[in-house]
C-alpha cells in the first residue's frame, strides 16, 4: 500500500483508527517510501499521549477540536487553544485543528492558533448541495473553497 501510494504522488496518509503505539510496522514501511504520518490528538488525550504522538508524527499534527463525530459546528470548542498550545510545547511541527470547521469565520479564528485548518464535511455538503440543486460541483467547491483561504489570509 504505501508503495503503491507513493508511486502515485501521495505525500502523507491520516489513519484515525491506527495508534501510534500499534504503527511500528506501518511507520517503518511510511518511511521507506517518504510518506508523512499523521496522527491525530484529541482533547481528551493525556500528556503522555500527546507526547507519544508528537514525536510519531511527521508532516503535521491533526489536533481534533472536539470529542465524537466530525461534521460541521456552529461554534468551535473553547478547547482548541489550550491544546494546541500543550502541543506546541511538546513540538515544532505544524498543527491542523479539525472536525467542525465548517465555514471561514472558523478558518479565521483556527488561524490565529494554529498552522492549518482541517475542512471536509463541510466540503462534501457542499458538493452535495450542488448536486442537489443542479450546480456544477467542482464549481461550489472552488467557491467554498476560495472563501476559505481568503478568511485564512485574514
Known sequence: FCRDAASVG???LIIPDLPPEEAIEYLELANKYEL???FLAAPTSSPDRLRLIASASSGFIYCVSITGVTGARERLSD???PMVERLRGLTDKPIGVGFG???PEH???VGKIADAAIVGSAIIRTMEE???SGRDPIWAVERFASSLA???HQ
Open 107 to 109: 478558518v479565521k479564528e
Open 10 to 12: 501521495v505525500d502523507g
Open 36 to 38: 508523512a504520518t499523521v
Open 79 to 81: 478547547e482548541i487553544g
Open 130 to 132: 450542488a448536486i442537489k
Open 101 to 103: 470547521i465548517s465555514n
Open 150 to 152: 481568503e478568511a485564512a
